[in-house]
């Protein structure tokens, strides 16, 4: 069992950069690619249109600094409360709560960042260079 303990950094570099990727796609898409249908989506969920441009910067820039693994557990804090948030808003209050393949993918990306803001970068990350490192100092050896 300690081979799956020594590949845990692995591991978080593989989640961090799934979801770097997939959030910054969709601040991309959503600042620059489908900017009329993200402020109608947001109109017709009853939220301020203007909205739209930050959730689009906070998913952009949010996934850039996942993939470095740069403030990952703030970033990851702030993506899983947004993803929380469609979960509750549109999501289970449009399609009930036993509805779950029509809220799986929001799920998991808000599972995944939860998960990422409570455990850390790891240490393949910018954060362990840091941030982590700053906090956990290396143990003195008595003389």
Do not use: W
């Not at 069992?1 to 910054?24: D, E, H, N, Q, T």
């Not at 996942?66 to 993803?83: D, I, P």
């Not at 954060?127 to 982590?132: G, R, V, Y």
């Amino acid at each position: 069992m300690s081979i799956f303990g020594k590949l845990k950094p692995v591991a978080l570099l593989c989640l961090r950069l799934a979801l770097g990727l997939i959030f910054s796609y969709s601040g991309y898409h959503m600042l620059f690619g489908g900017r009329a249908a993200a402020l109608a989506d947001f109109r017709r969920m009853g939220l301020p249109a203007d909205l739209a441009y930050g959730v689009g910067v906070l998913q952009l820039f949010g996934g850039i600094l996942l993939a470095l693994g740069l403030l990952t557990r703030v970033t990851a804090f702030l993506l899983a409360f947004e993803m929380g948030f469609v979960l509750a808003k549109v999501n289970i209050a449009q399609s009930g709560i036993y509805a779950v393949q029509s809220y799986q993918y929001p799920l998991l990306l808000c599972c995944s960042a939860f998960a990422l803001a409570t455990v850390g970068a790891g240490l393949l990350s910018i954060d362990a260079l840091t941030f982590e490192r700053a906090s956990n100092p290396r143990p003195k050896f008595k003389k």
